[in-house]
């Protein structure tokens, strides 16, 4: 059993639904950093640096924070949507960084200025608005010809997927991307995207694409 401290956001998804694709189960401790709850002395015992995910694994004890960190833990673990070999690997883990370091960041603060606080800030929405869209023309290159990032379906798609879901908060239009648009919908098809989406319950909707 894992417990799972989670709000809905993307890197939070990235999470619930790689906990959906390995049908491991899970109890759901929802954490309102609307509200600071963050920052409460038992979950800062858990996630230090006060975000989330974490994940605490019964049995073992083991206490993770990071998104990415808690991907390649469960993926390695359950050997699920991480190859083994060491160039296929390696491909998944370089793009599981690009996001880490790249789309979600910058994505992020197009949150931030474009959707939350628009017109207070031009320079820096412009900013992120230009390297938002420069990292969506990177993915959509790395997906001609392909179905997913490193060719199968991997925790570098999982990774992705739910920032690009909030593809209209970074005013993209997918039909300007169209392998993103296509691989977008392919994932958005699979039933645990569907159930990890909304963990946890939450009233939006997944934006159609």
Known sequence: MIDFYTWPTPNCRKVSILLEELGLPYKVHPVDINNGAQHK???LAISPNNKVPAIVERGTGIALFESGAILLYLAEKHGKFLPTAPQARAEVIQWLMWQ?????PMAGQAHHF???NPGK???AENRFKTETARLYRVLNQQLD???YICGDYSIADIACWPWVSRHEWHQVDLADYPNIRAWYRRI???????KGYHVPVFANEIPAG
């Open 188 to 194: 958005l098809s699979r039933d645990a995207v569907q």
């Open 114 to 116: 474009l959707k939350n």
């Open 41 to 43: 002395p038992e979950f």
């Open 121 to 123: 800030a031009p320079y």
């Open 100 to 104: 880490m370091g790249g789309l979600g």
């Open 145 to 147: 010809g392909r179905d």
